[in-house]
Structure formats: C-alpha cells, structure tokens
C-alpha cells in the first residue's frame, strides 16, 4: 500500500492533482472524503443527514463520522493499491487515526504534497468552479473551461457549481482550514514526509514536480 496526501487550502487544486494521478501508470485511487460526503448527501444516507448541514456551512464534519467512513472504504478497498488521500486527515485527531490505521495494515504514509495557494488565488478559483455531476471532474468558467459550456470533457455529464462555493460559505471554509487544518503542515514538516509546491504555477509544471517527486521514490 502506499499513500500519499494532499494537503491545502479549499480551492489549493487537489482534487485536479489527484484527477491527473488517478490515470497515471501509479494507478492512484483518489481518496476524497469530501467527494464521498456529497455522494452520501445525495443517498440520502444516515451519514449523509448527518453531515449536510455541517457542509452548507462550511464547518467540518465531525471527526468520528470521517473516520467511519474512511475505515468502512479501506476495509472495503485494494490494501495493495496506491491511495491519494485529498482533502483527508483536517485535524490532529484524523491524522492520529490515519497513523494508526496505516500501521495496522503495515503501511505509512509516502508523501504529503502541501499546495501552497495566495487567498486571491483560491477565492478566484472557488467561486468559478464547475464539477461534473457524474465523474466529479473539476472545471473553471475561465481558467480551465470546459469545450462545451456545461458539459463535462471526460463524460459528457452535466456541470453544477457547489453549493458550499459561494463567497461567503468560502470564508468560513479558510477560516476553518486556518484554524483546525493548517497545523499538520508542521506535523508532516517534522516528520519529513512534507514536500512545498506552489500550487500557483500553471497545471503541467505543477505535475512535473509531483512526478518527479514520485519518482524519485519509486522504490518506497
Ligand atoms: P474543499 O477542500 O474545497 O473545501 P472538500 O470537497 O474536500 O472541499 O470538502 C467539502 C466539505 O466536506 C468540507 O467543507 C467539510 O464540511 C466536509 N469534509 C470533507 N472532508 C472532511 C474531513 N476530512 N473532515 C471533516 N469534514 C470534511
Ligand atoms: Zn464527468
């Protein structure tokens, strides 16, 4: 099993690294908790009533109900596979239990690919956002625009804006991050698994140092 984690602000594009990994010869799983709390918002599921409200606010679920669901998917996944975690630990208490998890299985954490973002930057991405409601796929009104307006390149689905990417559920989300998520960038740092990268570069530079990186360790 290998793991690698993306870490970053909403809107710091790790749902796009992971879209362009996941394709990749590494064969990543993309591991978004947030993409798995909207599928089961859409079921209807008990987590998903659980979870909804916490989400249209911009809040973090809390903590027991992630980690339910992160055990339930990797009991149920490929323990020899290559995990991107994306938007998964948030807290002290999820990266504690992830430790554990891993070493249970008799793995640990690869990477953590921290993508560093200017507030500007995320507010511009967050707030032209378009996800497809089939695959999940990212777009941007100008900056990644789909070839037909509202349809998805990679299915064909149709496009939506999310409903937490309104400027002032934006706000609360970075306030959120800054308060319960930026520490584990010098929990990784310490343990020096951290690797900085300019989320602010363009996609394929960005992705050049990722594969690098990844590379570089193949071995692992
Ligand atoms: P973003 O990183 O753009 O905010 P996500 O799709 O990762 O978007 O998360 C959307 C929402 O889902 C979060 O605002 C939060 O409410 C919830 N969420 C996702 N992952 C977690 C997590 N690991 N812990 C707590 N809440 C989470
Ligand atoms: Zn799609």
Aim: charged residues 25%; contains cysteine.
């Amino acid at each position: 099993m290998k793991v690698v984690i993306l870490l970053g602000p909403p809107g710091s594009g790790k749902g796009t690294v992971a879209e362009r990994l996941r394709g990749d010869k590494g064969g990543y799983v993309h591991f978004a908790t947030g993409d798995m709390l909207r599928e089961e918002v859409s079921n209807s599921t008990a987590v998903g009533q659980e979870a909804e409200g916490f989400m249209k606010r911009g809040e973090l679920v809390p903590d027991e109900v992630i980690i339910r669901i992160v055990e339930t998917r990797l009991e149920a996944g490929d323990p020899t596979a290559a995990y991107l975690f994306d938007g998964f630990p948030r807290t002290l208490v999820q990266a504690d239990l992830l430790d554990e998890s891993l070493a249970g299985r008799g793995a640990k954490i690869d990477y953590v690919f921290f993508l560093a973002t200017p507030r500007d930057v995320i507010l511009q991405r967050l707030t032209g956002r378009r996800v497809c409601k089939a695959c999940g796929a990212s777009f941007h009104v100008t900056n990644i625009p789909p070839a037909v307006e509202g349809v998805c390149d990679a299915c064909g689905g149709e496009l939506y804006q999310r409903k937490d990417d309104n400027e002032e559920t934006i706000a609360n989300r970075l306030e959120v991050y800054n308060r319960q998520t930026e520490s584990l960038i010098s929990r990784y740092e310490e343990k020096g698994l951290l690797v900085s990268l300019d989320s602010d570069q363009g996609v394929a530079s960005l992705m050049a140092e990722i594969d690098a990186k990844l590379q570089s360790g193949v071995d692992a």
